[in-house]
């Protein structure tokens, strides 16, 4: 059947060269595939180069629905969209066969089991992706290659990278790249009936465990991998690290694995100040296994001899053990090597930051307290534990739209007469919608779509990649792992609990290797604050402080349903206000009985939305523990507006209004500030 997909062996002059995986395609009524842009006939499940038979593919027709995902991870239908636009060159891409590394691990069989130590700026990426094009050129399926990775943003860049190396751009599509949350939950959902998304990461990640050392089916779908990549491997701690260690004892004898991993970058033992997490070390498990060691050395993203010198003489003297009090040499050294001082973070500017700046912090609160001090000022937030932010866009145009599919005629017309802004244009956005719920190229499911934005992490293809869309990013070290920019401005803090373990030092070392031209190095307060549930909150005097903007603060009956808005009217109302002006720096959160005594959202006397029941329980929690009362905070903050989407089965559609209720799409504000508020007694 046209449009399935099939494996095929490539064979040149009788000989098998590949083996690949292609949508069957027609030629003259007969069975083909495409391969070398050329269209050739099947002879069983093979085709033969080596003779003058091909035939240009002709121009391409509308793509069509592969059949059900052999795919272990993912295991939805889809229908194969163009790939997305590939992302600008990185630094450290230094283009086909180009020698960044000392060890090459693209050279060894594809069955080696390698643990490939790759220090800040060594070309890891570009190894990881050469690696999988040299083995698909090889004859591996791209779809038998897994690559679990540390963040979602990098997924989607790994597979634009490998997408670009490889003879054929469409099989980085069939690479299985995921991060190792997601492929908990894939196999925990795929193989439990009863699998609900409700508990805790832990609890995924050790549901999915289980099933991986007990369930033969589980096993026997992981058995299929041919080549397992794993990175940054060093923050890979607890049950984490074991159930990668089950992924590698699943595999058959004959996979080859790649692992990479700096251990002077190891600084999730414990996140953000969050409690030690004790167990598995999984290099040290690796290396039990018989896993070979190789070496990246070479450092590609700078050349300016200050981040050369903190790129590899530091790093040496973070892994020797040798140097006394390690924590206070490393912040001295970049301190030295740094090439200017930015003084107290008080003195932060951002408007006289560059957009692409990137300002790291080690604590939470710290980057929440200049983020409030630059108001509306444009920036961008990298922390752990903020909304995710699906584009405004989606918003804009499925709002009121009530039917279950829309076409790509009605698409189009709705995004020129709605003017609709976003980095792409309309075929591209079609393209992305039909790629997750298209049930074909022509018409998209609007429900397949809504329970695919409405996960806890959404495809990327929809999302911004930091909270906000504009502006230099503040962030914490821990959250920006794994970025890079032009120039970091670098605080540490003037003093610090005394460490033993090395985890500062690593801390510091992974901020100061962000930059690729200029580090500027500030100074911080000493650690303060308390959490309840993650949200940070302080004492200033009589006063307080409360971190608002949490990721279930606001829900969808808050912005379009029952209580907070008797009337259709008023929800429209405040979602056109939402719209027309994102950003808002005076918003005031009341405690109001007319709504169950649940905190309101209100711009003067006009009422934005509500916050939740677990915002009010968190602000419980801060008022018992002062043994007081808390009834408002002032200096709420919204700096954008974001998309909030609401699967078909949500039990919060109960309690929302029209069109809201049916279409699944509303209009959300960018709610963050570190508000203040005077308790009362009791």
């Excluded at 283009?95 to 069989?109: C, K, L």
């Excluded at 010198?309 to 003297?317: K, M, N, S």
């Excluded at 500062?504 to 690729?516: D, H, K, L, Q, Y």
Aim: net charge neutral; hydrophobic share 40%; aromatic share 6%.
């Amino acid at each position: 059947m046209s449009g399935e997909e099939v494996e095929v062996r490539v064979r040149e002059n009788g000989r098998v060269i590949a083996t690949i995986q292609r949508p069957l395609r027609e030629l003259d009524g007969k069975p083909a595939i495409t391969f070398r842009k050329r269209l050739w006939l099947l002879n069983g499940n093979s085709i033969e180069i080596g003779g003058t038979a091909a035939t240009p593919v002709p121009p391409p027709a509308p793509p069509q629905p592969p059949a059900e995902a052999e795919e272990v991870f993912e295991r939805e239908v889809r229908v194969r969209a163009p790939p997305p636009p590939p992302l600008p060159p990185e630094t450290e891409d230094l283009g086909a066969n180009a020698p960044t590394w000392q060890d090459d691990p693209v050279a060894e069989p594809p069955d080696a089991r390698l643990i490939v130590d790759a220090g800040p700026g060594t070309g890891k990426t570009h190894a990881a992706c050469a690696r999988v094009a040299a083995m698909v050129g090889s004859g591996i399926p791209a779809s038998r290659i897994c690559l679990v990775s540390f963040t979602r943003t990098a997924v989607v860049e790994i597979r634009n990278r490998i997408a670009r190396a490889l003879e054929e751009p469409g099989d980085a599509a069939s690479v299985r790249i995921i991060t190792l949350d997601a492929f908990a939950w894939a196999v925990h959902s795929g193989f439990m009936k009863e699998a609900r998304l409700t508990g805790s990461y832990e609890d995924n990640i050790n549901a999915a465990l289980k099933l991986l050392r007990e369930d033969e089916d589980v096993r026997d779908d992981l058995a299929r991998i041919e080549h397992l990549i794993v990175d940054e491997a060093q923050d890979i701690v607890g049950p984490r690290a074991d159930l990668v260690l089950a992924m590698v004892d699943g595999l058959n004898a004959d996979s080859g694995i790649t692992v990479f991993a700096d251990r002077a970058q190891a600084i999730y033992a414990f996140a953000e100040g969050e409690d030690d997490s004790k167990g598995t070390n999984l290099l040290d498990a690796l290396a039990a296994r018989g896993f070979r060691q190789m070496q990246l050395t070479e450092v590609h993203r700078t050349a300016d001899p200050n981040l050369l010198a903190i790129f590899t003489v530091l790093r040496r003297d973070l892994l020797s053990g040798r140097k006394a009090n390690i924590e206070k040499h490393v912040k001295s050294e970049i301190r030295r090597l740094a090439h200017a001082d930015a003084g107290e973070v008080a003195n932060l500017k951002l408007d006289t930051l560059p957009d692409d700046a990137l300002v790291l912090m080690r604590n939470r609160m710290d980057v929440l307290i200049a983020s409030s001090h630059a108001g509306l000022l444009p920036h961008r937030l990298r922390l752990s534990g903020m909304p995710i932010c699906v584009r405004s866009w989606v918003a804009q145009m499925f709002w009121d739209h009530t039917q279950r599919r829309i076409t790509r005629d009605d698409f189009e017309k709705r995004w020129h007469e709605r003017d609709i802004q976003a980095p792409f244009d309309s075929a591209e956005a079609w393209s992305r919608c039909v790629e997750v719920a298209g049930d074909s190229v022509h018409v998209v499911d609007l429900h397949a779509l809504r329970r695919v934005l409405a996960r806890t992490n959404p495809p990327m293809q929809f999302c911004t990649p930091e909270f906000g869309t504009a502006g230099p990013i503040l962030g914490t070290i821990h959250a920006s792992k794994g970025r890079e920019a032009p120039i970091v401005y670098l605080y540490l803090q003037e003093t610090a609990n005394a460490d033993e373990t090395g985890e500062e030092s690593r801390v510091m070392f992974v901020g100061a290797t962000r930059p690729r031209e200029r580090l500027v190095v500030g100074t911080t307060g000493a650690p303060s604050g308390t959490k309840v549930n993650g949200r940070v909150w302080r004492r200033t005097g009589t006063s307080i402080q409360v971190e608002v903007g949490r990721p279930h603060d606001i829900e969808p009956p808050g912005l379009v349903g029952r209580p907070f808005f008797a009337r259709q009217e008023d929800a429209l109302t405040a979602q056109a206000a939402w719209a027309n002006q994102p950003r808002r720096p005076r918003l005031m959160l009341r405690a109001e009985s007319t709504v169950g005594w649940q905190f309101t959202i209100n711009d003067g006397e006009q009422r934005l939305g509500g916050l939740s029941e677990r915002f009010r329980a968190d602000v419980g929690k801060i008022a018992w523990h002062l043994n007081k009362s808390i009834s408002w905070l002032a200096y709420g903050r919204s700096i954008g507006l974001r998309t909030m989407v609401v699967a078909p089965d949500s039990p919060h559609l109960e309690t929302m209004l029209e069109p809201w209720k049916s279409s699944g799409f509303l209009y959300a504000p960018l709610l963050t500030s570190f508000s203040p508020t005077k308790p009362k007694s009791r």
